[in-house]
């Protein structure tokens, strides 16, 4: 199994910054993808970006030239840079994790952490 424990969030202006980050824990040499999703009140998760460890680093249109998504690889972390921000992204935000051998990945889910983009 693996864990996620998250870190930041909280309240900004309209065009400021927040960063959020989620460290890994557990069976982390069987991590295979990394990243954030997000859920606003009354819609359905979405993907924010997303390290696919192999392949590349995949963003949410919404958030393309805004949001960077890095990744510390001896602390098993990514962090996600959010620059100018707006309202619309409010939301709940969730670092996943997809993990397991090639024949039964998992998802693992942080418990979400809060942020607000308020004037």
């Known amino acids: 199994q693996v864990q996620l424990v998250e870190s930041g969030g909280g309240l900004a202006q309209p065009g400021g910054s927040l960063r959020l980050s989620c460290a890994a824990s557990?069976?982390?040499?069987?991590?295979?993808?990394m990243g954030w999703y997000r859920q606003a009140p009354g819609k359905q998760r979405e993907l924010v970006a997303l390290?696919?460890?192999?392949?590349?680093?995949i963003y949410s249109d919404s958030v393309k030239g805004r949001f960077t998504l890095s990744r510390d690889k001896p602390t098993h972390t990514v962090t996600l840079q959010m620059n100018d921000l707006k309202p619309e992204d409010t939301a709940v935000y969730y670092c996943?994790?997809?993990?397991?051998?090639?024949?039964?990945?998992?998802?693992?889910w942080g418990q979400g952490t809060q942020v607000t983009v308020s004037s």
């Open positions: 996943n994790a997809v993990f397991g051998p090639n024949s039964a990945l998992s998802l693992g």
């Open positions: 390290d696919r460890f192999a392949e590349d680093t």
């Open positions: 557990g069976a982390t040499f069987s991590i295979k993808a």
